[in-house]
């Protein structure tokens, strides 16, 4: 892939008619070490939100040994990549073939699950040809919990009510060798309290259910930075966590794990693309909801943007996307904050699309060809570099004294 120094130069040089997708290594590679450092646990990286081979390498290279996958697929793509690595599928709905792959061809030991019926299917599937049950698997049960602080929920789906949690501990203690109950919060969630509020339902779950519990996982969830969602400080999320982690009435040696995925990818890349035509405060882009940006359509979430030419001089003001295909529903409402005089032909960067963008493309209608490059600056925002406000001075988190 070839290296510039940031989106001018990719558009000096190549005045793109596809839209381009800008990686920038450096930023992966710090959030990589940010989680592996900071994060007072293991932190596993959901392959979800980013597949793309690249990245998972630059994850590996700065120290996350563990992946959260959730289909066969996403288990042989990254046990192809790295052989050494720790899967984790945490999917609570499986297939009873794509469990037996895992466990008797990629070496997957940890299984998530939400009802009984999961745990047979588990237990079945691990069982080898001469009936001996597997003796080494991590269990975790899946609770169900609240998704009200964060911007995508994630608790209508999957997980067991707290009222039907102790049985299903209680079952699961049987055929594990390390038992854990884990959540989701919902992706991007903008205070820790989330992450307080989750684990008081465990507590209540653990406590109800009297076993021994030796996992804690504490799902994905953890934000990055958009306009209008800036999150307080990744630290006073870890701190919360581990101070009401400790606080369960767990075994002595439990573990903390977390599923970032977001977190650890939003800043990875960026895109550029080209106005094609602009009607009063639209502009018709060659990018959209087919496209990386799925999220901009369908949740309406707000990405930052900035023109890539030198002679716009008009402030500011507010836009509206198409993107290239034929469906009315290919529309961004934004707003995206661009220069007045912008026109068709103009280049736009889009930011923070590492995460649930660049992943999202397809094909439809024709639009999907893209090309890729690695670029040198910084990402439009970041959670890493050292310099954002104390959060506590913000309202929308919870003291930390
Ligand atoms: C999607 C998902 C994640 C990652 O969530 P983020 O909000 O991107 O951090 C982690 N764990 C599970 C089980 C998921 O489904």
Same mark, same amino acid.
């Given at each position: 892939?070839?290296?510039y120094?940031d989106? /001018?130069? +990719?558009?000096?040089?190549?005045?793109?008619?596809?839209p381009v997708?800008?990686?920038r290594?450096?930023?992966?590679?710090r959030?990589?070490?940010?989680?592996? &450092?900071k994060?007072p646990?293991?932190?596993m990286?959901a392959v979800? $939100?980013n597949p793309s081979?690249?990245?998972?390498?630059?994850? =590996?290279?700065?120290g996350v040994?563990?992946y959260?996958v959730?289909s066969i697929?996403?288990v042989?793509? @990254?046990?192809?990549l790295?052989p050494?690595?720790?899967l984790?599928f945490m999917?609570?709905?499986k297939?009873?073939?794509?469990? /037996?792959?895992?466990?008797?061809d990629h070496?997957v030991?940890?299984y998530s699950l939400?009802?009984v019926?999961?745990l047979?299917?588990?237990?079945?599937a691990?069982? *080898?040809e001469h009936g001996n049950a597997a003796s080494?698997?991590?269990l975790?049960?899946?609770l %169900?919990? !609240?998704s009200?602080h964060?911007q995508l !929920?994630l608790?209508?789906k999957?997980g067991?009510d707290l009222? *039907?949690?102790?049985?299903?501990?209680?079952?699961?203690?049987?055929?594990? *060798?390390?038992?854990?109950v884990?959540?989701?919060v919902g992706?991007?969630?903008m205070?820790?309290f989330?992450?307080?509020?989750?684990?008081?339902r465990?507590r209540?779950?653990?406590?109800e259910a009297a076993?021994?519990?030796?996992? +804690?996982? +504490?799902g994905g969830?953890?934000?990055?930075v958009?306009?209008d969602?800036?999150?307080?400080?990744? #630290?006073?999320f870890?701190?919360?966590i581990?101070?009401?982690f &400790?606080a369960l009435?767990?075994?002595?040696?439990?573990?903390l794990w977390?599923?970032?995925?977001?977190?650890?990818?939003?800043?990875y890349?960026?895109?550029?693309?080209r106005?094609?035509? %602009?009607r009063?405060?639209e502009?018709?882009?060659?990018d959209?909801?087919y496209?990386?940006l799925?999220?901009a359509?369908?949740?309406? =979430?707000?990405?930052? @943007?900035?023109?890539l030419?030198?002679?716009?001089i008009?402030p500011?003001?507010e836009?509206?996307f198409?993107g290239?295909t034929c *469906?009315?529903?290919?529309?961004m409402?934004?707003?995206?904050m661009?220069p007045?005089?912008?026109?068709?032909?103009?280049?736009i960067?889009?930011?923070?699309?590492? $995460?649930y963008?660049?992943?999202?493309?397809t094909?439809f209608?024709?639009?999907?060809a893209v090309?890729?490059?690695?670029?040198e600056? #910084?990402?439009?925002?970041?959670?890493?570099?050292?310099? %954002?406000p104390d959060?506590?001075?913000s309202?929308?988190?919870? !003291?930390? %004294?």
């Amino acid at each position: 892939m070839h290296q510039y120094s940031d989106a /001018k130069a +990719v558009v000096r040089a190549l005045a793109p008619d596809e839209p381009v997708i800008l990686n920038r290594p450096h930023a992966a590679a710090r959030a990589a070490r940010f989680f592996t &450092e900071k994060f007072p646990g293991t932190s596993m990286y959901a392959v979800k $939100a980013n597949p793309s081979p690249d990245l998972i390498q630059i994850l =590996w290279d700065n120290g996350v040994t563990h992946y959260d996958v959730a289909s066969i697929g996403e288990v042989r793509l @990254v046990r192809g990549l790295l052989p050494d690595a720790t899967l984790c599928f945490m999917h609570p709905v499986k297939t009873p073939r794509a469990i /037996k792959e895992a466990y008797f061809d990629h070496g997957v030991k940890t299984y998530s699950l939400d009802t009984v019926e999961e745990l047979e299917k588990i237990v079945a599937a691990t069982t *080898d040809e001469h009936g001996n049950a597997a003796s080494d698997l991590n269990l975790l049960v899946r609770l %169900r919990v !609240s998704s009200e602080h964060s911007q995508l !929920s994630l608790a209508s789906k999957f997980g067991v009510d707290l009222a *039907d949690a102790a049985p299903l501990l209680q079952a699961t203690r049987q055929h594990c *060798d390390a038992l854990g109950v884990c959540f989701h919060v919902g992706s991007q969630a903008m205070t820790p309290f989330a992450y307080v509020q989750a684990l008081e339902r465990v507590r209540a779950a653990i406590a109800e259910a009297a076993v021994t519990v030796d996992i +804690v996982d +504490v799902g994905g969830g953890f934000p990055s930075v958009y306009p209008d969602l800036e999150p307080p400080a990744l #630290e006073d999320f870890f701190v919360m966590i581990h101070r009401h982690f &400790e606080a369960l009435p767990i075994s002595y040696s439990a573990e903390l794990w977390a599923e970032p995925g977001r977190a650890l990818c939003a800043e990875y890349s960026s895109i550029i693309v080209r106005v094609e035509k %602009r009607r009063d405060n639209e502009l018709y882009i060659n990018d959209g909801s087919y496209g990386a940006l799925f999220d901009a359509a369908h949740v309406d =979430w707000r990405f930052p @943007v900035r023109a890539l030419e030198d002679d716009l001089i008009k402030p500011l003001t507010e836009f509206a996307f198409y993107g290239p295909t034929c *469906d009315d529903a290919d529309y961004m409402k934004g707003p995206f904050m661009l220069p007045e005089d912008i026109q068709a032909g103009d280049y736009i960067e889009i930011g923070m699309l590492g $995460a649930y963008g660049a992943a999202m493309k397809t094909d439809f209608n024709g639009f999907g060809a893209v090309e890729a490059a690695i670029v040198e600056d #910084e990402p439009m925002a970041s959670l890493y570099r050292g310099d %954002r406000p104390d959060p506590r001075a913000s309202d929308n988190v919870v !003291s930390l %004294r």
